[in-house]
């Protein structure tokens, strides 16, 4: 990337953070976007994320293509969204109507969903909301999708294509729908 580019870059990046601290948005240090993403925050919600993090939105930001923005969204008031530092988010949609946090160092591939919710509070076979939490070092694989209620242990990889409707141990990689532990992964090294 040449110089004027990467000063446009970054001066794209400075606006969509300033934009989104409007919004409420609370950002523990410096971020990076490529395209634009959305947040939504209702009244008495928070969204934090920590340092180091970076969005890709734009449809060319990532390799495998990103079929929409990235949209991290706290519902309720009382709800909050946590991302840990040096996180990297693809076209990744975060939707919070209980309360999602997600860990330092992961990698959520394009186009992953992340929610705690059914999504139709009105349908009495929809059930409450129910937190998330995501560990350190963990992978989304492409377009997987953690459903409500899900815990992911640290250093775990999701695959490609998962759908996640229970908690997964740390150390293993799951894959499927239902998503389901395949290995565990002894002798990690994050690095």
């Not at 870059?9 to 609370?26: D, F, N, Q, T």
């Not at 969204?47 to 993090?53: F, L, N, Q, T, Y």
Request: proline share 4%; charged share 20%.
């Amino acid at each position: 990337m040449d110089s004027l580019a990467r000063k446009a870059a970054k001066s794209a990046g400075s606006w969509h953070k300033l934009m989104a601290r409007l919004r409420g948005v609370e950002f523990l240090g410096s971020c990076s976007f490529q395209g634009r993403p959305r947040f939504r925050l209702h009244t008495g919600a928070r969204i934090v994320i920590g340092s180091r993090c970076e969005f890709l939105s734009s449809r060319t930001a990532n390799l495998i293509g990103i079929n929409h923005p990235c949209i991290i969204s706290a519902f309720n008031r009382g709800t909050e969204v946590h991302l840990g530092e040096n996180s990297g988010f693809s076209g990744t949609v975060i939707a919070a109507f209980a309360g999602i946090t997600i860990g330092r160092n992961v990698k959520c591939g394009a186009n992953t969903l992340i929610t705690d919710s059914d999504w139709h509070p009105e349908d009495r076979r929809s059930g409450t909301p129910k937190p998330v939490r995501i560990g350190d070092n963990v992978w989304l694989g492409v377009n997987a999708v953690v459903l409500k209620g899900v815990t992911i242990g640290e250093n775990s990889v999701i695959g490609a294509n998962s759908v996640v409707t229970k908690s997964i141990p740390a150390n293993c990689m799951a894959a499927g729908n239902p998503c389901e532990v395949i290995k565990e992964l002894s002798n990690f090294v994050h690095g």
